[in-house]
């Protein structure tokens, strides 16, 4: 059996579950790997939030193969639901991550001559 799996820019999604630290195959679980490059800074509970997020969609999508299409459908919903996270503060970029393109959207820096306002 060969893991399917679906890759996008913060996500991966595997057709897996995970012992000892490997991927093993397994058809009737889906593994998420959520910003495998550190992209980003999260607190537990904005993390928990795409967990959640992502168990929705998997139920969702209950009855459906386990294609690399229908899995990089999940990656997608989770890149827009990261994205929603990032506008609304609840996740922040990395600055100090080894990867920046702020490909979510330029980071809001506060400009003190904005008077504590975003640019």
Do not use: C
């Not at 991966?12 to 593994?31: G, M, Q």
């Not at 550190?38 to 969609?57: I, T």
């Not at 991550?97 to 959207?105: E, K, L, T």
């Amino acid at each position: 059996m060969m893991i399917e799996k679906s890759t996008t820019r913060h996500i991966r999604i595997y057709t897996a579950e995970v012992k000892n630290n490997e991927l093993v195959p397994n058809d009737k679980v889906l593994t998420v790997d959520v910003d495998p490059d550190n992209e980003f800074n999260w607190s537990e509970e904005s993390l928990q939030k795409v967990y959640r997020k992502f168990d929705e969609l998997v139920e969702n999508s209950s009855g459906q193969e386990l294609t690399e299409y229908n899995l990089r459908r999940i990656g997608s919903d989770l890149e827009h639901f990261i994205r929603s996270l990032l506008l609304q503060g609840e996740v922040s970029y990395n600055l100090g991550s080894r990867v920046r393109n702020y490909s979510m959207g330029l980071p809001r820096i506060e400009n003190p001559e904005a008077g504590g306002k975003y640019t």
